[in-house]
């Protein structure tokens, strides 16, 4: 049976959103095709007529989800006087620990980023690149295009603790993690220390 072209578009949306949540799960090699096609509800007879191959999924799902979360941290900002610490406080949370499926893609899946190819890494700098952008929107710090030490050093604290708190099972060190990242970040938001 043939499919319509809408639905094969639908289809080919619903597998990108899923092997966003499910790589951030179980990692880029921690899930084959047929069960990622599985969990979209669809065959894996389906998958080539989609995407080139793995690599152009994973590509695909990691840009999804760094959008996603930098949409997230944009949300979050526009809730409060407070922007930055907005931002801080959802992701600095023991909510966004648990959230390994939907959370943050650069702390599910940095490490194994590192290791996969060109086309699988270059979604993570952009998005990496986009959340400086933010960070510096939100200190007011957007004076030229390259991304300041504050935002660098802000996000890679931040995604360090959260990283570092998913693997405690100690639930008031994984929070002491989160709690120091937060004292931090807002030190080094109002300079002191970095430029």
Known sequence: MRVSRAQAEENRETVINVASRL?????????????????????????????????????????????????????????SSDPLEAVMEFYLSPGHLGEKGDGCP??????????????????FE????????????????????????KAMAILSLMVGAVTLSRILQDENLSQGILDAAAGEVRRIARGDGIT
């Open 106 to 123: 650069l702390v599910a899946l940095g490490s194994d980023a590192a290791r996969q190819s060109e086309e699988v890494r270059r979604p």
């Open 126 to 149: 952009d998005g990496i690149r986009a959340h400086f952008e933010v960070l510096d929107e939100l200190m007011d710090d957007a004076k030229s295009s390259n991304p300041s030490g």
């Open 23 to 79: 790589f951030r799960e179980h990692g880029f090699d921690g899930i084959g095709l047929k069960d990622l096609m599985k969990g979209a509800g669809l065959t894996q007879g389906g998958f080539y007529k989609q995407f080139s191959s793995k690599d152009d999924l994973a590509a695909q799902a990691s840009r999804r989800a760094l959008e996603s979360a930098t949409r997230r941290w944009s949300t979050a900002a526009a809730t």
